[in-house]
């Protein structure tokens, strides 16, 4: 395969969903129920791509995306609408504003082996909702309101686009292998020489800059946030997405978030049946694949247009 | 300069007394062996020498540093490697990747250059590869390079677990048990191996062996240690004569015969 040929398909494959969407967007045939999935789908990929790094590559059980996600979402709003600052700029900080709260969160328990930062995180989910819903200056329990709504597909797709470029990258790369070398076999990874601590904490809080830009992202958005809409089940959600798709495949993350968005936004109608069906789904998912649906193995461009290639016969170049 | 100095080394676990008073002396180039019952102490002595324990008293030196208290991983970075009497691969990653991590430390970039892939991510990823290729033509592992190492024969595992303490650069290694569950045959091959291994890579070897044929074949000197006590050391010949050795393997000699 030619290399300027595998480049420029590439690019394809990565223009390709925008100028579609946004195509679609501008010719006015996408209706609000429509967008709001559509943004809805995004978000849920940067957040599940961002949880599968550090409970799928590194082997860490985290229960707090949603409070991670929450520290990004209040800090970009205060940011634009309080403090008027740019709205990337915004973001940004609150990517790093939840990242922060990550090495505030990890560094005392992933010094440890075992799964105390599962329970760390739940707590830390709830004190954060809890610390919320009572400071004033952010609104308490009925939240922030009247955010500007910055936050347009050209915006999300952007974000999408650098979180799933980053995430390979790192996992890709020396660093990622040490996660994946934690995730195996953590007292095998240290005696070859890996600082597993540093490497958890290093996932861990990486994770959730990506949570964070989420929150920033859904909060421009939906106009307002409330603590309730980072709750418990919202990090449970994102879980679901991760294992569902794989723990250790973004191709599966990718997949199981917009999938399970997508379902979340077709039975809306249902009401109480909604979570009959969801949970009975999972239950099928868990007995016929329980390794999630793509396991741990990718899907790759370049592979597949070697195959494509191979079928039609040897290539020309 | 002794490569290795053990000064009265002790390890209690609750009120169980491990290890008591161990005192070693290994010298560059050295092939020592550790033998002795099971539950003697032979495994908690590795684990203290590679970082994962923090002993009760004594102290080890490394090329004349002090490294009791450091982390495992910077034990091995000052050149202590080890592989584990019931191996720990990263079983479901590739073999390739297995010999890949372990160069983590002395082969790497920045996180930067990782996350923005920038230049020096292609240099170093073809070092690793090239070092990584290298190994496995020398470990005989090449054929099996994109396997999982979980699915690997028994054998293999146990030589790949070696290839990548290999792979992190040690001047000592420290090998658990490596001729457990192989045959007298595989345990000849496994002999010739070690002493091919320890002349190519210039090391120090440290092995725990339960196989005597292996030890007494193998090794310059022997260190013998039951319930925690380190009760002989000397050449193969000298230990086996030991009668506080024989003891320790056969039961108390009874003399006092009723008529």
């Known amino acids: 395969m030619a290399k300027g040929k595998y480049i420029f398909w590439r690019l394809v494959a990565l223009l390709l969903p925008y100028v579609l969407i946004q195509g679609l967007l501008g010719a006015g045939l ?30 860490q059980l985290a229960l707090g995306h949603a409070g991670f996600m929450a520290v990004g979402a209040y800090t970009a709003a205060v940011l634009t ?19 922060l709260a990550g090495l505030l969160v990890g560094l005392p328990t992933l010094r440890l082996k075992g799964d105390y930062l599962a329970i760390a995180t739940l707590g830390f989910g709830e004190i954060i909702r809890g610390i919320l819903n009572n400071v004033e200056y952010v609104g308490g329990a009925a939240g922030l309101l009247g955010i500007p709504r910055l936050t347009t597909w050209t915006w999300l797709y952007g974000f999408l686009v650098l979180t799933l470029l980053g995430v390979m990258n790192f996992v890709n790369s020396t660093h990622g292998r040490a996660c994946l070398a934690i995730r195996e076999d953590e007292i095998a990874a240290e005696t070859v020489g890996i600082n597993t601590t540093y490497y958890k904490v290093v996932a861990f809080s990486l994770g959730d800059f990506f949570a964070g830009l989420a929150g920033g992202l859904y909060a421009h958005y939906f106009y307002l946030i409330q603590p309730s809409s980072f709750s418990f089940f919202r990090s449970f959600d994102v879980l679901v997405m991760v294992v569902l798709g794989g723990l250790g495949s973004i191709t599966g993350s990718v997949l199981a978030a917009m999938g399970i968005t997508l379902l979340n936004a077709l039975l809306q109608d249902l009401a109480e049946f909604r979570m009959i069906i969801y949970s009975l789904l999972l239950i099928l998912v868990m007995i016929f694949r329980p390794q999630g649906l793509m396991g741990r193995r990718e899907w790759s461009l370049a592979r597949w247009l070697e195959k494509r290639g191979e079928a039609r016969g040897p290539a020309g170049s | 300069m002794a490569l290795l100095e053990v000064e009265n080394l002790s390890m209690a676990f609750g009120g169980l007394m491990a290890l008591l008073n161990i005192n070693m002396q290994v010298e560059e180039g050295d092939l020592i062996g550790i033998i002795g019952p099971n539950g003697a102490g032979k495994t908690t002595l590795f684990n203290l020498l590679t970082g994962m324990y923090r002993p009760l008293r004594g102290s080890i030196r490394f090329r004349g540093q002090d490294i009791v208290g450091l982390p495992p991983h910077k034990i091995t970075r000052l050149g202590i490697a080890r592989t584990f009497q019931n191996i720990r691969l990263f079983g479901d990653l590739t073999v390739w990747d297995n010999i890949r991590i372990a160069q983590h430390w002395h082969r790497n970039y920045g996180l930067g250059v990782a996350l923005l892939r920038l230049p020096p991510f292609h240099r170093v990823e073809e070092e690793i590869a090239r070092e990584t290729q290298l190994l496995l033509e020398m470990f005989g592992l090449e054929p099996y390079k994109h396997e999982k190492a979980r699915n690997l024969p028994y054998g293999e595992q146990r030589r790949l677990e070696i290839a990548r303490a290999l792979a992190a650069r040690p001047r000592l290694l420290l090998l658990d048990e ?11 091959e496994l002999m010739a191996f070690l002493k091919w291994l320890k002349e190519e890579f210039a090391l120090t070897l440290l092995l725990i062996e339960h196989d005597m044929s292996l030890v007494m074949g193998l090794c310059q000197r022997i260190y013998v240690l039951d319930y925690g006590r380190l009760i002989a050391v000397g050449t193969p010949e000298e230990v086996q004569n030991d009668p506080q050795v024989i003891e320790a393997y056969l039961g108390q000699e009874v ?3 009723a008529p």
């Open chain 1, 81 to 99: 609408l309080k403090i008027h600052q740019p709205f990337l700029l915004s973001l940004i900080l609150g990517g790093l504003a939840a990242s």
């Open chain 2, 255 to 257: 003399n006092d015969f």
């Open chain 1, 30 to 59: 996408i209706s609000d129920f429509q967008q709001i999935t559509l943004m809805m789908m995004g978000i849920n990929i940067i957040l599940a791509v961002s949880l599968n790094l550090i409970v799928g590559f590194t082997g």
């Open chain 2, 178 to 188: 490596p001729a457990a569950g192989m045959n007298p045959q595989e345990t000849r």
